[in-house]
């Protein structure tokens, strides 16, 4: 059985090192901040200017001047910080982040990211930090669902949408599996409800079984 969005937010949480500094894209990956541990150390960055960031904000808590990039309202932790735009991006730019997580249209086999636009005529292309955050940070999660609503897949041997970054996703968790893009190709983490042959049929790419299979 394949897993729900915050069943795939909590395995992401889960393999955050303890101590990490990590940016939250818009979207999917917001859910991650639900299931970090308080006792992780994770310090969470918004590239609108925080660092610090807790979880999703409710009733009460809710303070419209406090938002993510997405424009949710959150909640903070002791010690957060406020910075300009500016200096976020240059966090972002230079290296400072451990963890960036976003989703995706499509990953390549090599770990090419495709998340800004599908290309169609009615596409509002959104890049935003996207491009930033793929090649500054030391490593890139992606969470998407593994297939299209036509059925294809996004794990891909070439992105056919326009790339955000090249070579840059370590890591892809998915509704059915979780891969490690690696030196020597795609390695399958873990699976849900699916085999590893079932998921070499389907995504038509090689993929490594886990030395624990």
């Known amino acids: 059985m394949s897993l729900s969005r915050e069943q795939m937010a909590e395995i992401v949480a889960r393999d955050i090192p303890d101590g990490a500094y990590v940016n939250l894209g ?3 990956p917001t859910m991650v901040a639900d299931y970090l541990r308080p006792d992780s150390g994770v310090v969470l960055h918004t590239e609108n200017g925080m660092l610090g960031m807790g979880r999703p904000a409710i009733g009460d808590e809710i303070d419209p001047d406090l938002t993510n990039a997405g424009k949710q309202p959150v909640t903070e932790l002791p010690g957060a910080s406020y910075f300009h735009h500016a200096d976020s991006f240059a966090m972002m730019r230079g290296g400072h982040l451990d963890v960036c997580i976003m989703g995706a249209f499509q990953v390549s086999a090599r ?10 005529p009615d596409a509002i292309p959104a890049v935003g930090g996207a491009m930033d955050l793929a090649i500054g940070a030391k490593q890139v999660f992606v969470m998407m669902s593994l297939f299209a609503k036509d059925g294809k897949p996004k794990l891909v041997p070439e992105c056919t949408y326009p790339l955000t970054g090249r070579a840059c996703v ?3 968790y998915t509704d059915v599996a979780t891969f490690a893009v690696e030196p020597d190709g795609v390695r399958v983490v873990e699976t849900f409800g699916i085999t590893v042959d079932e998921l070499i049929t389907r ?3 090689p993929l490594v079984p886990s030395p624990f299979d």
């Open 170 to 172: 370590s890591r892809v």
């Open 26 to 28: 818009i979207g999917q």
């Open 203 to 205: 995504v038509g790419i």
């Open 111 to 120: 770990g090419d990211l495709a998340n800004w636009s599908t290309g169609a």
